[in-house]
């Protein structure tokens, strides 16, 4: 409990450094702005054109077989939305820049940028991926249930080298992972896939936590709906890369037509302004809700990262779904990320898709429950899971000091 409270993330100690040396806070602020001044302008222009007028089509034939060639983003206009968005390419630019990577590729939802991914890697002939539990359910599902015909060997991080075949195109991890928190060493895991790219969802821990790119993740997802975005109001995804996989990722969005509305990358680009404030913020709220319920004998067992964060989950001795139906302040409601908290029981949303045995041998158990942090004060948000989590009664007891767990 006491770790809890005294825990410092990175970002408590040295403020982050983006990539290009300017510290994340001011990238988080400027990224993808630069040419505002001379445009004249402040905020980001939204571009809502689906075309591009052009009376030299044989520029245009060769703009286009320039990104049938290479993936990369046509000199000038766009040709077709499909193609790219100024709007949208802003908040690539930015996003590439927290992550420390050469390029970023933005998708109309966090599914569409990993089936994507495993689109690219499958079309080259590496259909087989390599992942570690628990991931979000859907991306369980979509591995398991192999939709883009991809074969998934399901292993713990010690074990992804073993596991790894000639046609392996992908490992994926999540870290720390929805919905248990877990933690992967990303260094250790990048080093046993060799040449295999790895992609890192980095939904959870944001670039202001965690920069996989940093430890030799090849690829880092983010659900962008989640933090990225930060207020509930954007459904979006995103993957951080070097500029030749991102490339294959345009093509593949260009055929596939998983495009992010400029409107979403507009809203995406200005989240991504607060982004350091709003993780520091509701991070430091979850610490000390981790630390309330980890001291309260309702509660079995606490789920905190050691990298911290906005997310807690815990597993309660009574009826998880009595939580559920007893806040008032906090909404319950799947996702999170947002300014406001959210409760969930993975169980029955996330993670429901995964098959039982497989959730349960991943560490989703039945009483446990998801609580993605906001900003409101603590106090009420505490008031509100106090009462939520019901009467105590003498069998709550239990050895508090072991409450709390954090995952290696
Ligand atoms: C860790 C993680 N990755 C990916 C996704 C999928 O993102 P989206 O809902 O934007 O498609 C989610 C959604 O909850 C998630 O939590």
């Known amino acids: 409990m006491d770790s809890a409270r005294t825990h410092t993330s990175p970002s408590d100690d040295v403020p982050p450094t983006a990539p290009t040396g300017r510290a994340l806070a001011t990238e988080a602020v400027h990224a993808g702005r630069d040419d505002l001044a ?9 571009d809502l054109s689906t075309t591009y007028p052009s009376y030299d089509s044989r520029g245009e034939a060769a703009r286009i077989d320039a990104f049938a060639a290479t993936g990369a983003e046509p000199e000038g206009p766009p040709v077709y939305g499909r193609l790219g968005n100024p709007t949208v390419a802003r908040f690539e630019t930015a996003l590439a820049r927290l992550e420390g990577t050469e390029a970023a590729v933005a998708f109309a939802s966090g599914m569409a940028a990993l ?3 495993l689109l690219v890697r499958g079309s080259m002939g590496l259909r087989h991926v390599v992942a570690v539990r628990p991931l ?3 991306s369980d599902h979509l591995l398991t249930a192999g939709l883009l015909g991809s074969e ?4 713990d991080p010690a074990g992804v080298a073993d596991a790894l075949r000639p046609d392996t195109g992908l490992v994926l991890v999540e870290s720390p992972a929805n919905p248990t928190l877990a933690e992967v060493d990303l ?3 990048a080093h046993a896939c060799g040449s295999v790219p790895l992609l890192v969802d980095n ?3 944001t670039p202001v936590l965690q920069r996989p790119a940093e430890h030799g993740a090849r690829l880092v997802l983010h659900s962008a709906t989640k933090y990225l975005g930060g207020h509930g109001d954007v459904l979006a995804g995103v993957v951080a890369c070097d500029e030749e996989f991102a490339g294959r990722l345009r093509q593949v969005r260009f055929a596939t037509g998983g495009v992010l509305h400029p409107l979403a990358g507009y809203l995406l680009l200005r989240g991504l302004s ?3 404030v709003r993780v520091r913020a509701a991070s430091a709220n979850a610490a000390e809700l981790a630390g309330r319920l980890a001291a309260d004998p309702r509660v079995a067992r606490v789920h905190y990262p050691r990298i911290g964060g906005a997310m807690v989950s815990f597993e309660v001795h009574g009826d998880p779904h009595e939580v559920i139906g007893g806040v008032r302040l906090i909404t319950p409601a799947v996702s999170l990320g947002s300014v406001d908290t959210l409760i969930q029981h993975p169980a029955s949303i996330s993670h429901r898709i995964v098959d039982a045995a497989d959730r349960r041998g991943a ?3 039945d009483r446990l429950l998801r609580l993605s942090v906001g900003l409101e004060d603590v106090d009420d948000l505490w008031a509100d899971l106090d009462r939520a989590l019901g009467e105590r009664t003498a069998s709550d007891a239990i050895p508090q000091r072991e409450a709390l767990s954090r995952v290696e």
């Open 363 to 365: 560490g989703v158990g």
């Open 203 to 205: 939904t959870f821990a």
């Open 152 to 155: 998934v060997t399901w292993t």
């Open 187 to 189: 260094r250790a895991v």
């Open 274 to 276: 607060t982004l350091p």
């Open 38 to 46: 001379a445009l004249g302008l402040h905020a980001p222009p939204i």
């Open 136 to 138: 979000y359910g859907c």
């Open 115 to 117: 089936s994507a991914v």
